[in-house]
């Protein structure tokens, strides 16, 4: 089991360009959940989806992100026309169908605007 | 609103030396409490996981304690080791329906530096 596979581990762009950040859950599970870390932040809640579906996306700025998690493939964070404030580490994790059971992270992915 | 502060914010330890690394949390409606350690670099990975109705849970040289209703959580670590210098993160699941909040509200960390 390949863990919680997050890909690109750095992605430089320029400002007004998209980034799109993949991940690719746990196998077995169907539940994927995307987290921020600013700079000297705690990890900030974004999205929590299920296959082809958004369950709560109460943490993800309302301009400019989108997430989806399609029925094949990997969950896809996606930032259009990107500022220098969004630089961070993205963290993605997974878990399996039930509640109470622990999260198991990825590597992130580190976004570097310029 | 819940929100998760961790005290001290870094701490340098000669090896050896017991520790302990504090969590606190403003709603004491929570699911579960869970303690991750972040390397530099790396994601996160769960150390130990405490549901609501539990006191505490050891692993090894670790043992974390909850007291809810004080809202409050330790993490000890016993004979620390260079090894365990990282970032330690304390995060909460909020009580919801069904059982609990799916988001997970994170404290900014402990960086914790074992000298040799």
């Known amino acids: 089991n390949a863990g919680v596979m997050q890909n690109p581990r750095h992605l430089v762009r320029r400002r007004g360009q998209e980034a799109r950040l993949r991940c690719s859950p746990m196998?077995?599970?169907?539940?994927v959940y995307w987290y921020r870390q600013l700079p000297e932040e705690g990890l900030k809640f974004m999205v929590y989806?299920?296959?082809?579906?958004?369950?709560?996306e109460s943490g993800m700025p309302k301009e400019r992100f989108s997430a989806e998690f399609p029925k094949e493939g990997p969950s896809i964070l996606r930032i259009q026309q990107v500022v220098r404030g969004d630089s961070a580490a993205y963290f993605c994790?997974?878990?399996?169908?039930?509640?109470?059971?622990?999260?198991?992270f990825g590597s992130g992915t580190r976004l570097t605007v310029v | 609103k819940q929100e998760v502060t961790q005290i001290p914010a870094a701490l340098s330890v000669p090896e050896g030396e017991n520790l302990v690394l504090n969590c606190s949390f403003t709603d004491s409606a929570i699911y579960n409490l869970q303690w991750f350690r972040q390397d530099p670099g790396k994601g996160l990975t769960s150390l130990l996981l405490i549901q609501s109705s539990q006191r505490e849970q050891t692993s090894g040289r670790l043992n974390a304690s909850l007291d809810k209703s004080s809202g409050r959580s330790t993490l000890y670590i016993a004979a620390s080791q260079p090894g365990d210098s990282a970032t330690y993160l304390c995060a909460v699941r909020p009580e919801g329906t069904q059982g609990g909040s799916e988001k997970l509200v994170f404290g900014k960390g402990t960086k914790l530096t074992v000298n040799p």
């Open positions: 994790a997974s878990s399996p169908t039930g509640k109470g059971y622990g999260y198991t």
């Open positions: 196998k077995g599970h169907s539940h």
């Open positions: 989806l299920q296959k082809e579906n958004i369950i709560d």
